[in-house]
């Protein structure tokens, strides 16, 4: 059983720059779990943003192509979210999930483990 553990959310102006963390245990790897990063905003549903299979697979979302970019560190078990040139409308309870399987192009798979989240606000 995968345990998920998010980190290094808080406040940023707009423009600026955050990385989020993910860090998994119970598993001795994720290169065969779709790794995908989440984000539900106040009184919005929870949409997928970014997924990463077995390292180089990577799925985005269009409101963050091009501003995100989803990675893994194997050695530390641990998931990346590098968010750049935030927006007001990236204010959002981000959250990592893993899949055993592979990663789909709508966010569909059904995620076995789940995190905490962590709140990202962006300011004026």
């Known amino acids: 059983q995968v345990h998920l553990v998010e980190s290094g959310g808080g406040s940023v102006q707009v423009g600026g720059s955050l990385r989020l963390s993910c860090q998994a245990s119970?598993?001795?790897?994720?290169?065969?779990?779709?790794m995908t990063w989440f984000r539900q905003a106040p009184g919005q549903e929870r949409e997928g943003i970014a997924s990463?299979?077995?390292?180089?697979?990577?799925i985005y979302v269009d409101s963050v192509k091009g501003r995100f970019n989803i990675s893994k560190d194997n050695a530390k078990n641990t998931l990346y979210l590098q968010m750049n040139s935030v927006k007001p409308e990236d204010t959002a309870i981000y959250y990592c999930?893993?899949?055993?399987?592979?990663?789909?192009?709508?966010?569909?798979?059904?995620?076995?483990?789940w995190g905490e989240g962590t709140q990202v606000t962006v300011s004026p």
């Open positions: 990463i299979y077995s390292d180089f697979i990577t």
């Open positions: 119970g598993a001795t790897s994720t290169d065969n779990y779709c």
């Open positions: 999930a893993a899949a055993r399987r592979l990663c789909r192009r709508d966010f569909s798979s059904v995620f076995e483990a």
